[in-house]
């Protein structure tokens, strides 16, 4: 299983704009969420995004709010969802997109070595500032992990050059100011955004928040991006008896050849 870094240096080589799929771990049920990783992992996603059901997401919008108390009133919890994350042997590197409060209370070493044991290749925590990442980021790399920053549209440019520097893997570009969700349009913002960060850093920059559909997923290539990040649009088909694993499918692949399209 090659690294987030790994991957994208992969993706970079073979002018490939990588495809990041996000799910909610538990909704309906792990059993469907292990089918739905193995799907996404065989139409065409780079990497995926698995989300840990959290009572107070506070960067979530509400169709992944909604999944996540799903998840909760079904008693999904981490051991849970690493076995089950584990026993797939995947070719997709998983990122578990987890808030603060879970690795706290558990211990950031406890944490970090649960989750690197049990294959888990990158991290995202939404609501970890950078001047609360250090703990963090001094144990991920001996133990094969890889903490990702966030960046919003608000952020200073100083402030950029210096998550840029410390985030690891990747870059993730909030596309927009607040939560989470589908939205009509992308803001055009981020392409001057995009040209921003590819001034003040060679790492890879992943556009998230707000991608809905293969258009838009498209745009963000276009604009510069090497990665596109797809959550509520998936956690939506997923939770919907009348879509499914088959929507599921057959958007993932929509997206790549969207992303494949010059």
Not at 118 to 137: H, N, R, S, T, W
Not at 197 to 204: A, E, G, M
Not at 222 to 249: C, H, M, N, T, Y
Request: glycine share 8%.
């Amino acid at each position: 299983m090659p690294s987030v870094s790994e991957r994208f240096e992969q993706c970079r080589s073979a002018q490939r704009c990588a495809l990041i799929p996000f799910l909610t771990a538990g909704d309906p049920d792990l059993e469907t969420t292990a089918a739905a990783l193995k799907a996404l992992d065989c139409h065409g996603a780079d990497l995926i995004e698995l989300g840990m059901p959290y009572s107070d997401p506070l960067a979530d919008g509400p169709v992944i709010q909604a999944a996540a108390t799903r998840a909760l009133q079904k008693g999904t919890r981490l051991e849970a969802v690493l076995d089950m994350a584990q026993g797939l042997q995947l070719n997709t590197p998983l990122i578990l997109f987890t808030y603060y409060n879970p690795i706290y209370h558990r211990g950031i070493s406890n944490f970090l070595t649960t989750v690197a044991n049990a294959g888990i290749k990158g991290l995202v925590i939404p609501d970890l500032p950078l001047e609360e990442a250090e703990p963090i980021l001094g144990q991920t790399a001996d133990l094969g992990l890889e903490l990702t920053l966030l960046i919003a549209p608000t952020t200073s440019p100083e402030r950029m050059q210096a998550i840029a520097r410390a985030s690891q893997g990747f870059i993730y570009l909030v596309s927009t100011t607040g939560v989470t969700g589908m939205r009509q349009e992308m803001a055009s913002r981020v392409q001057d955004l995009i040209h921003t960060l590819r001034q003040i850093t060679p790492k890879p920059i992943s556009v998230g928040f707000g991608i809905s559909n293969p258009e838009q997923a498209h745009q963000v290539k276009v604009w510069g991006a090497d990665a596109a990040i797809v959550g509520s649009a998936f956690v939506k088909r997923l939770s919907d008896p009348s879509q499914g694993l088959e929507a599921v499918a057959s958007f993932c692949q929509a997206l790549r050849t969207a992303l494949d399209t010059p």
